[in-house]
């Protein structure tokens, strides 16, 4: 019984020595390699407005303990506190402007540390300057398209990138690059204009509005050549309003210089003189008046014997040649621009109401004062009305775009032509040197067929 149960607690040498060896083979894995990562600030950007960053990070530890830490550092000497990792992340960058860099350093869990990785950026906080000068510092512009004259500066800076440019303050164009000369074109409308510029610099920072402002003066004359170097002159005649026809008590008035009615105008170019014989031949390159009784010889003096139809082929032939738009003026347009501002319902002429005719020989050619020289003279020379146009009264009569009608029942207010129903006959104005000085009157009207012709008959164009 005792050797049974000795045989029972016994183990065997071979089984112990096995159970021995398994015990000494536990080991523990060693992680000797550092672990590697980048850094990019604002996916790479080159330069930022304000120091809040965000930073975008990577890092491995290849087959590693992994990395469980980073720390940042903006001088590499001192650095923050040890962080998880993560990503994206933000970060204030230090004060003031200029290149910053970004130190990160990972840590994994063996602690292991990576070489020290880093990206930089530049910080621009200031916001650019710059200045404005229209025209060189002219006052006064005589076109409505001028030169911008540019400077800009962003001290140390990123540099201005962008401009823009506003007539308002509120509507801007589209950015563009900087240049130091740039065309503007002014809005529309006489008087003062603000042009307003902002600068923008590569960190996104907007200067303040800058600007200057120039006074559009519309030129008051214009001249065009036509062919052979021939000046054909024209006068600006202003937007306004007038009151058109003659009143009942108007000596020398004719029922259908009324009803009186307002009309309201744009602005217009009216030729300075009648046209003369020198321009219609430089155009037409013919001379209808050669031959006939009443004509003067000088190649100033106007063109006669021109039927309505006649003007028509001039201003096509003009406008070919020279790329304008010019036509006969409407009734409305030519008494606007005779009365040159005066729509008193007495003033008869546009020197005043001359009641006795004592002031017309200095401002009109007519039966009083061409009792000798019995035909249109040189353009020119009486005096002109405040717009600067000569001769519209007195001279030759002068074709206008209108069908005649006997009265001013239902005419256009807007100041265009009332080319509607037509008529047997084409409106004339002005009066004319055969005439006595009532048929000079502002208001005065007479009609002929479009294919009349005679000494005493000319036109004017406007555009």
Not at 166 to 191: F, H, I, M, Q
Not at 282 to 298: E, K, L, N, R
Not at 317 to 339: D, V
Not at 442 to 459: C, E, V, W
Request: glycine residues 10%; charged residues 15%.
């Amino acid at each position: 019984m005792k050797r049974a149960t000795l045989m029972t607690g016994f183990m065997p040498l071979a089984l112990c020595l096995g159970i021995a060896g398994m015990l000494q083979t536990t080991a523990t894995a060693t992680d000797t390699t550092p672990p590697t990562g980048t850094i990019v600030i604002n996916n790479n950007r080159s330069v930022t407005n304000t120091p809040e960053v965000t930073l975008a990070l990577t890092w491995s530890d290849g087959a590693g303990s992994g990395v469980s830490q980073m720390r940042f550092s903006n001088d590499g000497s001192t650095w923050s506190d040890w962080e998880e990792v993560q990503t994206p992340l933000p970060y204030t960058l230090p004060g003031g402007d200029g290149y910053k860099t970004v130190r990160v350093q990972f840590r994994d869990n063996a602690n292991n540390r990576s070489l020290t990785h880093s990206d930089y950026i530049r910080l621009d906080t200031a916001a650019p300057s710059g200045s404005i000068v229209i025209n060189g510092g002219a006052l006064n512009a005589a076109s409505l398209k001028v030169t911008l004259g540019l400077t800009w500066a962003d001290g140390t800076g990123a540099g201005v990138s962008r401009m823009r440019f506003s007539d308002n303050g509120s509507t801007w164009t589209a950015w563009e690059t900087p240049k130091v000369y740039r065309a503007y074109t002014l809005p529309a409308g006489a008087g003062y204009h603000t042009v307003r510029v902002q600068y923008l610099d590569g960190g996104g920072n907007y200067s303040p509005v800058y600007n200057d402002y120039i006074k559009y003066v519309p030129p008051t004359e214009e001249t065009t050549v036509l062919p052979g170097n021939v000046p054909l002159v024209m006068v600006w005649v202003p937007t306004g309003s007038f009151t058109m026809g003659s009143p009942d008590s108007e000596v020398g008035r004719s029922e259908d210089e009324g009803p009186q009615h307002s009309v309201a105008l744009g602005g217009f170019w009216m030729g300075k003189y009648e046209v003369t014989k020198r321009q219609w031949q430089a155009v037409m390159g013919t001379t209808p008046w050669s031959g006939q009784y009443g004509v003067s010889s000088d190649p100033d003096s106007p063109a006669v014997f021109l039927s309505w139809n006649d003007t028509q082929s001039f201003v096509t032939a003009a406008n070919s040649y020279t790329g304008k738009s010019f036509h006969l003026p409407s009734e409305a347009q030519w008494e606007y621009a005779c009365r040159a501002g005066i729509s008193v319902p007495s003033t008869r002429f546009y020197w005043g109401d001359d009641p006795n005719y004592g002031a017309m020989a200095s401002y009109a050619w007519f039966w009083g004062n061409c009792l000798v020289d019995q035909y249109a003279h040189v353009v020119g020379a009486k005096t002109p009305n405040s717009f600067g146009l000569y001769d519209m009264s007195g001279n030759a009569w002068e074709w206008v775009q209108d069908w005649y009608h006997n009265d001013y029942t239902g005419a256009p207010a807007d100041g265009s032509a009332w080319d509607a129903p037509t008529n047997l006959g084409r409106v004339l104005r002005g009066g004319n040197w055969s005439y006595n000085g009532s048929d000079c009157r502002s208001a005065s009207r007479y009609a002929d067929t479009p294919t009349d012709l005679d000494f005493n008959i000319g036109f004017r164009i406007a555009r």
